[in-house]
């Protein structure tokens, strides 16, 4: 199985900074894609930022310019850097892992995707 624990999450004022970090554990040899997203009240959840294997990323126009996405893979860690806040990037901040590779006790390769438990942004005065 895999693990993702979310951190970083908390009160700010606009304009702002926080970074929120989720670190990945379990029987993982590699992981492919890890993105952020996030769920206001009464919204759907949506994509935030997404970082490919060969670190390529990808943004919600709505961050773009103030969020960055970052991996270490030695780590198994993605980070969001999010710079000048705004009221309305309030929302709960989840990570994913696509494709992890993980080994099982018979040693038998597997793919797998994961959620974290999600951290709570909130930006207001």
């Known amino acids: 199985q895999v693990q993702l624990v979310e951190s970083g999450g908390g009160l700010v004022q606009p304009g702002g900074s926080l970074r929120l970090s989720c670190a990945a554990s379990g029987s993982i040899l590699t992981i492919d894609a890890m993105g952020w997203y996030r769920q206001a009240p009464k919204k759907e959840r949506e994509l935030v930022a997404g970082i490919s294997g060969g670190d390529s990323t990808n943004y919600a126009d709505s961050v773009k310019g103030r969020f960055t996405i970052s991996r270490d893979n030695a780590k198994n860690t993605v980070y969001l850097q999010m710079n000048s806040l705004k009221p309305e990037d309030t929302a709960v901040y989840y990570c994913?892992?696509?494709?992890?590779?993980?080994?099982?006790?018979?040693?038998?390769?597997?793919?797998?995707?994961?959620w974290g438990q999600g951290t709570l942004v909130t930006v207001s005065s």
């Open positions: 994913n892992a696509d494709r992890v590779m993980v080994v099982d006790t018979s040693g038998l390769l597997h793919y797998l995707e994961a």
